[in-house]
């Protein structure tokens, strides 16, 4: 098969233009997304109250809990499809893409199942309070109904991502963004109908999103073009998939997690400190705009020249990235700084929800450049073919450590302040960790883990 998208190959041309050209759409699809998650939580706390905020403001942990794992797995065949394209392997293109797909249709049915049959029982463990555990239990099980579409978009904007397209699902993200504020709107302050309909218009949003992402990918005249007949289990192909996605699911959900065990304890504090930091859990996701495009374009970029043997341009991309993330997330970080204030009121103005939200702006967000130096490393080495370095890294850091430092610690010292320096702490921790991993990296860093072509194929 031919492609026909060879424009969308980063394994020419000029290295900062391709970086740029290929993380600058994946910032902004970012940025709608984290404006509309925001939205979400805006309307919520000004049309509904303080309760419902602490509800909506709890999800984003759990949710990752639930999906973290499947995201992922998706990381592992973006690589994988990454290197295929670099190297123009048409045919394990192809093997990839549908196995790729498979694989996402079965955990969209697994997951919604898993989370609406949980959702209760964990929010308890959470240690929800009374007040949001109804409003909380509505919400997610609502959200997690639609939970094929949301893996389904994922799988097929990592596979568009893979080959160099980032703009596509930059669009599709846009237009689900705008739709999903015009549904809270109309669900929220016209129709009365409660939190549980701002889930119901995220999960119709994100139907919107996967239904554009495939039409994409079964009309492109291009090796990754996907067709339903051919969707199956290549089992040759699915472990490696696995191989290079387990990893990263495993870090993500052990991570996340950890995020919902500092998510209880926060909850201890009552519901004017889950929604102050759940105000500044969705102002948080604006730092992660330039961690998260550079840290995908860095494991796309590099996975894409490792194919082609562009060991060269696998240094440079490295080095720009590098100064990019950090610079950027710090920009934010400090801007954030200075706005607290006006950012976390936005949300809810009642004075100890601002108190909680300001205070932990003013404890974080100076610290971002190291939160983007460790996602671009981790990046960097899932490119490469290693994501057991930032799995290990990570699990032993932003999980066990900070476990261990917040149950040890706010036993001494009962305030939330020990709560709000656990990240600092283990972001400097970890960037410390990935600075020596990347000082002893060498090129060419590994075996290519891709089987010959010849190999003859499985599937079930």
């Excluded at 893409?97 to 929010?123: D, K």
């Excluded at 994501?387 to 066990?400: H, N, S």
Aim: aromatic fraction near 10%; charged fraction near 10%.
């Amino acid at each position: 098969m031919v492609m026909s998208q060879d424009q969308n190959l980063l394994t020419t041309g000029s290295v900062v233009k391709k970086m740029l050209l290929f993380a600058v759409p994946i910032f902004f699809s970012n940025l709608f997304q984290q404006l509309y998650n925001a939205v979400d939580s805006l309307i919520v706390g000004n049309f509904i109250g303080e309760e419902a905020l602490a509800a909506v403001g709890s999800s984003g942990s759990l949710i990752m809990l639930m999906i973290g794992f499947i995201n992922g797995v998706s990381m592992g065949a973006g690589v994988l499809i990454a290197r295929f394209f670099g190297a123009q392997d048409d045919e394990n293109i192809q093997r990839a893409v549908h196995t790729t797909v498979a694989l996402g249709v079965v955990s969209g049915v697994v997951l919604t199942v898993v989370g609406v049959v949980l959702t209760p029982q964990v929010l308890i463990w959470m240690g929800t309070p009374e007040s949001v555990l109804a409003s909380s239990t509505a919400y997610f099980r609502v959200y997690f109904l639609g939970s094929l579409a949301v893996i389904l978009y994922n799988m097929g904007a990592s596979i568009l991502q893979s080959v160099g397209d980032s703009r596509s699902p930059m669009k599709y993200l846009i237009t689900a963004s705008i739709t999903n504020v015009v549904l809270d709107l109309l669900f929220i302050a016209v129709l009365g109908w409660g939190v549980a309909s701002a889930a119901l218009a995220t999960i119709i949003s994100q139907i919107l999103s996967a239904t554009l992402a495939f039409g994409k990918l079964m009309r492109v005249q291009a090796s990754y073009r996907v067709y339903w007949k051919k969707v199956h289990f290549d089992l040759p192909m699915l472990k490696q998939i696995v191989t290079l996605g387990i990893p990263s699911g495993v870090q993500n959900s052990v991570i996340s997690l950890a995020n919902v065990i500092v998510q209880a304890n926060i909850n201890a504090f009552g519901a004017s400190a889950m929604a102050g930091c759940g105000s500044y859990s969705k102002i948080e996701g604006f730092a992660f705009l330039p961690v998260t495009c550079f840290a995908l374009a860095l494991s796309t970029f590099v996975s894409q020249n490792i194919g082609a043997g562009r060991y060269d341009r696998v240094k440079s991309g490295i080095k720009f990235g590098l100064i990019c993330s950090p610079l950027l997330a710090e920009c934010i970080g400090i801007t954030m700084y200075l706005l607290a204030p006006t950012l976390i009121s936005a949300f809810n103005d009642k004075p100890e929800v601002v108190a909680f939200g300001v205070n932990q702006i003013h404890t974080i967000s100076l610290f971002y450049c190291l939160l983007a130096f460790s996602h671009c490393c981790a990046g960097i080495m899932r490119g490469i073919g290693r994501p057991i370095i930032p799995m290990g890294i990570m699990l032993a850091v932003w999980c066990v450590f900070r476990i261990f430092y917040i149950t040890v610690t706010v036993k001494i010292i009962p305030s939330i302040y020990v709560i709000y320096w656990a990240y600092p702490i283990t972001w400097i921790i970890s960037s410390l960790l990935f600075a020596f991993c990347l000082y002893k990296l060498r090129f060419p860093p590994m075996e290519h883990p891709i089987e010959e072509k010849e190999e003859s194929s499985q599937s079930c």
